[in-house]
């Protein structure tokens, strides 16, 4: 008797991750293990129909060095200013394209294959969610804070909460001061301008300016994160002075957000993680300070465990096994 025919099981998905300066995307299995992975220049593309065609051979070749096409079962993406409702990147203030763009359409039509697209934010707490820090958390809130901004995304009673069209979150710009800094998003005043990468240069530039005092800020080639911790690590008061009024500027806006929210857990990642102790620190005052009292000891604020150049692709690849299987090949 003839054996009857059964459908195969596709093994793997694709994650990537869209950055201002550089595209990451990596072939994933279905225990999370990451099969191979690449990456290149998002700037060396101004145009985003030759930057979808670059992505689309480029994911190519390496799913055919790595399996196979027939293998995979849907593609993931993460980008800033993405709605996981649209399938597409709005409006982005820091990546070249500028407008709508229907990414997911567009790189379904090159690959033939399920794409699904969500905001970087929402990625993060889907890779933290599944591979990190709030794994087996139902109520928690994810920031991540880097040269791209400060983005965040925060789940309710186990599930991400994404708003009428998927913008839900956009804590990075909410207003701490009025007729403050300018914002890429066009308005002043937000968090992002204070507390990402970018604000703190700009803060550390507006003290350098403020005081004549001796600084080893003054003697360093290029100012960053790195750089102006082992200033602090030193005892360099103006580098501590700039992540003190960091970390407080930081603590407020976490402290507003832990008081709707009343999250178990608020879990930090990004870039500005490498300052540590200088920032965490005068953070953690400022949210005791600022924090609803009932509150204040119940949230914890823990960094992340996963690798910064991996959660990312891997939230990515969790988006991809909840989109409805779809191929032109099949």
């Not at 403050?180 to 990468?197: Q, S």
């Not at 082992?230 to 992540?243: K, M, N, P, R, S």
């Not at 891997?314 to 099949?330: I, N, P, Q, R």
């Amino acid at each position: 008797m003839e054996a009857e025919a059964v459908d195969m099981i596709k093994t793997r998905v694709v994650g990537i991750d869209i950055r201002v300066e550089k595209t990451t995307f990596a072939v994933v299995d279905i225990r999370g293990e990451i099969v191979a992975q690449d990456y290149f220049a998002t700037t060396d593309y101004p145009d985003v129909s030759e930057y979808v065609q670059a992505l689309a051979e480029k994911v190519l070749t390496l799913v055919e060095e790595n399996g196979g096409f027939e293998t995979v079962r849907s593609v993931g993406i993460s980008a800033p200013s993405a709605s996981s409702i649209s399938g597409c990147i709005e409006n982005a203030a820091n990546l070249p394209w500028k407008g709508v763009i229907p990414l997911a359409a567009m790189l379904r039509d090159c690959m033939g294959l399920a794409v699904a697209l969500a905001n970087d934010a929402h990625i993060t707490a889907l890779g933290e969610k599944a591979y990190g820090s709030a794994h087996g958390m139902k109520d928690f809130v994810v920031v991540s804070i880097s040269h791209g901004g400060l983005g965040s995304c925060f789940f309710s009673n186990g599930q991400p909460h994404l708003g009428f069209n998927g913008f839900a979150g956009e804590v990075g710009h909410t207003c701490v001061k009025v007729d403050g800094r300018e914002c890429g998003c066009g308005r002043k005043g937000c968090l992002e301008t204070y507390c990402a990468e970018n604000g703190l240069y700009k803060t550390a530039e507006e003290l350098l300016s403020e005081s004549n005092k001796p600084s080893l800020l003054r003697d360093l080639p290029k100012l960053t994160i790195g750089g102006i911790a082992q200033c602090c690590d030193q005892g360099d008061e103006l580098a501590i002075e700039v992540f003190r009024r960091t970390g407080e500027m930081l603590g407020i806006g976490l402290a507003n957000y832990a008081s709707i929210l009343n999250p178990e857990a608020i879990i930090l990642t990004g870039d500005m993680m490498q300052a540590g102790k200088w920032l965490l620190k005068p953070m953690r005052d400022s949210f005791d300070k600022h924090v609803f009292h009932n509150i204040k000891d119940t949230t914890r604020i823990l960094v992340s465990i996963l690798k910064e150049g991996e959660r990312d692709v891997l939230g990515a690849s969790a988006l991809a096994w909840d989109v409805k299987e779809y191929s032109l090949f099949k």
